[in-house]
């Protein structure tokens, strides 16, 4: 793994303490666990909750972004909110 890469990951991992494991994979490095996520909106109520997934950075990282799978389940595959 690049130096490089390599900081920017521990930094990751150290902002969010539940993303555990690291193995290297054929797309790329992955970095799995648990990231938690809140999102509000004035006159709406608060929404958190924590979300196992995959974080895969790959081996053109910068050129090519990251993407991110939910894998324990909870969100239907079907449902399409994918950012392009």
Known sequence: ??????????ELRQE???LTRLRE????????????FEASS??????ADIFEIDLT???????VLPWVRETSG???EAYD???T
């Open 1 to 10: 793994m690049r130096e490089d890469l390599e900081a920017e990951i521990a």
């Open 16 to 18: 969010y303490r539940g």
């Open 25 to 36: 994979a054929e797309a790329g490095v992955v970095v799995s666990g648990a990231l938690p």
């Open 42 to 47: 004035e006159g709406h109520e608060t929404i």
């Open 57 to 63: 950075v790959p081996r053109d990282y910068p050129t």
């Open 74 to 76: 909870r969100i239907c």
């Open 81 to 83: 909110h994918i950012f």
